[in-house]
């Protein structure tokens, strides 16, 4: 009756007018970057970190959390209709989304994409509510030496699924870990190579680098290839997918949720992964996998319910270790701290209204995005036409006024082109992205677990591997940084992945 | 490719010895009280292991096909003249103000980097100046530096 009573909480939150609107707003947003492919939910997400200073923290979050899920909902628009993800958890929806389009049956497959989505992103909901609140309990169990094994896990599995190369992506993480040392040290005092530079006292801020990475870097790469889109011609009939389709998505739709939900759950994990995992899997079980990749339905359902699911799983981390999942739960985890909220154990109890309402939010942001996409899909067709040179100028500008009026310092706006250059570049030497920000993020709690650790050992590295929780997330990290010796799969699942974000 | 790991792998050796090099300039501590310099030293040195692997392994590889560093020749231009551009509007936005120079800015980006033709290229810049002028300014209180004009 528990999960009952805090529904209900957070009903009444939801319900309130402006509530509503910031949820809208947020999946409203959240679609369009979906669709449109070269920007991503981090990218807008930090766009529009500046903006909810202005909001409480409640809204902020709900309007966050649907710019994230709804990006899952626009990106499948664009894989099915022109064979480009519109963000990078709906690659494999292009494999078979498009061919379907290109039979005439687009209808069927947005209609479907659409269904799955809701269905996966209503259930993981439900899932949150059930696995957080016993989650956080156990999280209060947690002390330093448990937070620095589970974030050395969470590096780890981020590291596993670089698509690239290990070494790379460790080099990465490392890369993350300096940048997130530069400042003043929060035990000391002592300046950490800060060169002098007063901006730089603060530490190098999440907003400026995840723009720079992600933003920036995107336009420039794109500015390069001098971008022309193939533009659309299929018309769209029929949206309600046929019996048929139904009996065939249904089954792929239930495991794309179960294992979307939690892989969403492990720490860099997320939605991209959780949509090649599905994938593979229902091509595996189907009696006929020689149809996958030539317009299987089934190929559309389980990817697009497994990247709606993971959405729900990835807050389950923040929510309850205070620990991001990925990049875009890193910056949901910077609005809350904006706000002066620790996301963490005592969350829960806390601060009531504000959990309760971010998760009953996305129930309703799940049928506002149902509503969205189906009828609307002429509407996106449209903005999908949008030439690049119109676009591109818009971005910029987002992003530079955006980091600009995070503290009114032009200094971030240098900071933020240097990672935009430096992210352009690391496109074309392979290097990744994402574990240099997870590991940027995660730096200051994960010196702290470490220093603090030391302290109640006297200087014992052991306390990592005496205590139980500790010891069994050291052991999956260091299995996960052993295992890429013996297997060549992980990289043919990832071959196919654009440079954009986790 | 190998080339590319060749020269990010002696990028990312210098970075992790100038990182354990300065690093040993700060308090480092023990093991039973970290000071502020431990972590870096040892994110360095790390690091340094890690590139030099990178570096032997780039050249233990033989040369796998040549990629070209830029995409298309023609463009490469304009990924520099943005740079710039962004540069420049981040050192002009103070003492110019936010109108002006988002104003130049959004004509240069249309016109020399989007090759626009001269009608779109002076009223996008305008309407998108006023609708971000009244977004964030207006209807967000975003405090952007006024310039001499006073906008």
Same mark, same amino acid.
């Given at each position: 009756m528990d999960i009952l009573q805090n529904f209900f909480i957070g009903l009444a939150v939801v319900f309130e007018p402006a509530k509503l609107m910031f949820c809208f707003l947020g999946v409203l947003i959240g679609t369009l970057v979906g669709i449109l492919?070269?920007?991503g939910p981090s990218a807008a997400i930090s766009l529009l970190l500046p903006s909810t200073?202005?909001?409480d923290p409640t809204s902020a979050i709900i309007m966050l959390g649907g710019i994230y899920y709804g990006a899952m909902y626009g990106g499948s628009t664009t894989s099915i209709l022109?064979?480009? #993800?519109?963000? &990078?958890? &709906?690659?494999?929806?292009?494999?078979?989304g498009y061919q379907m389009a290109k039979q005439g049956r687009a209808g069927a497959a947005l209609g479907i994409s659409a269904f799955g989505s809701f269905f996966a992103g209503t259930l993981s909901v439900v899932g949150l509510m059930v696995v957080a609140p016993p989650l956080a309990r156990f999280a209060l169990k947690f002390g330093p030496p448990e937070y620095f094994a589970l974030i050395f896990c969470g590096l780890s599995i981020l590291i596993y699924l670089a698509s690239a190369s290990v070494l790379k992506a460790v080099i990465m993480a490392l890369a993350g870990l300096f940048l997130g040392l530069?400042?003043?040290?929060?035990?000391?005092g002592y300046l950490r *190579?800060? *060169?002098? &530079?007063v901006t730089l006292m603060d530490g190098v801020g999440m907003v400026p680098v995840v723009m720079g990475l992600f933003g920036i870097a995107e336009v420039l790469e794109n500015l390069e290839k001098g971008l022309r889109r193939d533009i659309f011609k299929t018309s769209i009939s029929q949206l309600f997918p046929n019996r048929e389709d139904w009996k065939l998505s249904a089954g792929p739709m239930a495991r794309g949720t179960v294992l979307g939900f939690f892989l969403g759950i492990l #720490? =860099?994990? =997320?939605?991209l992964i959780s949509s090649f995992t599905s994938y593979a899997l229902e091509k595996r079980i189907s009696?006929? #996998?020689?149809?996958f990749g030539k317009g299987a339905i089934e190929g559309v359902a389980g990817p697009e319910a497994a990247n709606n699911s993971a959405t729900g799983g990835a807050f389950i981390p923040l929510l309850t *270790?205070?620990? #991001?999942?990925?990049v875009v739960m890193a910056l949901v985890l910077g609005a809350l701290l904006i706000h002066g909220i620790q996301p963490g154990p005592l969350l829960m109890r806390q601060h009531p209204h504000l959990f309760w309402g971010v998760v009953v939010s996305m129930y309703i942001g799940n049928i506002m995005l149902l509503v969205l996409n189906l009828p609307l899909i002429p509407l996106w067709v449209r903005i999908l036409k949008i030439p690049y040179s119109l676009l591109f100028p818009l971005i910029l500008l987002f992003c530079l006024i955006g980091v600009y009026s995070l503290?009114?310092?032009?200094a971030e706006i240098i900071v933020m082109v240097f990672f935009g250059v430096l992210g352009y570049l690391m496109k074309k030497f392979e290097y990744e992205a994402a574990p240099l920000v997870f590991a940027l993020v995660l730096c200051p709690i994960l010196e702290n677990a470490f220093r603090q650790s030391l302290m109640m050992s006297y200087g014992d590295l052991t306390i990592f591997f005496t205590r139980p929780i500790s010891l069994a997330f050291m052991l999956a990290g260091i299995v996960l940084f052993i295992l890429p010796v013996f297997t060549s799969v992980r990289k043919k699942l990832l071959d196919r992945i654009p440079a954009e974000e986790q | 490719m190998r080339r590319y790991d060749l020269i990010s792998s002696l990028f990312f050796l210098l970075c992790g010895l100038l990182i354990a090099a300065s690093s040993l /300039?700060?308090?480092?501590?023990? $093991?039973g009280e970290p000071g502020p310099g431990f972590l870096p030293l040892f994110i360095g040195i790390l690091m340094g292991i890690l590139s030099a692997a990178l570096l032997i392994r780039s050249l233990s590889v033989g040369t796998s096909g040549k990629k070209a560093f830029? $995409?298309?020749?023609? /463009?490469w231009p304009k990924v520099l003249a943005t740079i710039l551009a962004l540069i420049v509007y981040g050192f002009a936005l103070r003492p110019l103000g936010f109108s002006l120079v988002t104003l130049f800015l959004l004509v240069f980006l249309f016109? %020399?980097?989007?090759?626009?033709?001269w009608s779109v290229s002076i009223a996008g810049p305008l309407l998108t100046t006023s609708f971000f002028y009244l977004l964030?300014? %207006?209807? $967000?209180e975003v405090q952007l530096p006024v310039g001499p004009l006073g906008i």
């Open positions: 492919p070269g920007l200073y202005h909001l022109v064979n480009i #993800p519109g963000e &990078s958890a &709906s690659v494999v929806t292009c494999l078979d530069i400042g003043t040290d929060i035990v000391t *190579f800060t *060169f002098g &530079s #720490p =860099g994990g =997320g939605a009696r006929h #996998p020689e149809r *270790f205070g620990i #991001p999942a990925n503290n009114n310092n032009f | /300039q700060m308090p480092i501590g023990r $093991l830029w $995409l298309d020749r023609k /463009q016109k %020399v980097i989007g090759e626009m033709n964030f300014k %207006v209807w $967000l």
